[in-house]
């Protein structure tokens, strides 16, 4: 099921409304970059971390964000397309942001427009889930992703994601390890990857390449409360094989377990452990969004 209504620019529109020039930056040249946030019962935890991003991600991309754009803006708009859209309690917000039309590769300005977009999770219950069966996994490896300072960025140019999805529906896999141009492990083509090694966690470093995700962000920190040892450090393929566990992070869907990668089979004690602590700590977050 997908959503019928969004806001472009603090506006609710049809999702068939033409909104969009042909001249659009973000179809042109991929000039824009988008984030995805989970709404669990009606709110959204840790928008005060996508919002950040947001802004920061706007900084690097030397793109002025329009002036009302803000948390409370989000907030209503989110709520507004919630009834709009008749969704029950659980789903994901994806906001794009696009430079204005103007300019080839050059733009003529940085001004900046934005849509949200809010659909329905049907399959999810309340609140994040661990997958019950573990993804089977492998590596990509046609492309290598750059280690620069856009490779952290969730750019509207996601070709390597693309080339990795389809790789993955190619070889019956759940998802595609991304390699970067060092050939250390990066992510996953939608998450990021941790693993487990006698109960210290590893995870590569932003300077490897991997996008700066909220949601690692979040485990980091909330590993550290719980005396987990987190590492961000390079990790190589072998890694992969001497992990006890390993397993992805996005914002949606919190932590996903992984099963198999090659031949090697995997558990998910500390994904458990995590993903009970990672919905205690929504649940304060969204009683302190609601008390405010």
């Not at 329009?66 to 709520?79: G, Y």
């Not at 060092?182 to 490897?208: A, D, H, M, Q, R």
């Amino acid at each position: 099921m997908s959503s019928k209504f969004v806001s472009h620019n603090n506006q609710i529109v049809s999702k068939d409304s033409p909104i969009l020039y042909a001249s659009n930056r973000s179809f042109c040249y991929g000039d824009g970059f988008f984030e995805s946030i989970r709404i669990t019962d009606n709110e959204m935890p840790f928008l005060q971390h996508h919002f950040n991003r947001i802004v920061e991600t706007a900084k690097i991309l030397e793109m002025q964000l329009p002036n009302d754009f803000s948390i409370d803006i989000i907030r209503h708009n989110v709520k507004s397309l919630i009834e709009k859209n008749e969704i029950d309690k659980e789903g994901k917000v994806r906001i794009n942001i696009y430079r204005n039309e103007g300019g080839l590769y050059a733009p003529e300005n940085n001004t900046s427009s934005y849509i949200i977009d809010v659909m329905p999770l049907n399959n999810q219950k309340n609140g994040f889930e661990l997958n019950s069966k573990g993804f089977k996994v492998d590596i990509f490896q046609k492309i290598k992703k750059p280690c620069n300072i856009l490779s952290g960025v969730k750019s509207c140019n996601s070709l390597l994601y693309v080339l990795a999805g389809k790789y993955k529906l190619d070889n019956d896999l759940d998802d595609a390890v991304i390699l970067n141009e060092k050939l250390n492990v990066c992510e996953f083509s939608g998450s990021n990857l941790f693993i487990s090694i006698n109960g210290v966690l590893y995870t590569p470093s932003i300077s490897e390449g991997c996008v700066n995700g909220v949601m690692r962000n979040i485990i980091i920190d909330m590993a550290k409360t719980l005396r987990i040892n987190v590492y961000e450090i390079e990790l190589k393929p072998n890694d992969l094989i001497r992990a006890d566990e390993i397993f992805m992070t996005n914002a949606v869907n919190g932590i996903q377990w992984i099963g198999a990668y090659k031949a090697k089979r995997f558990f998910n004690k500390v994904s458990k452990n995590l993903i009970d602590a990672l919905n205690k700590f929504a649940s304060e977050q969204k009683a302190l969004l609601i008390e405010n």
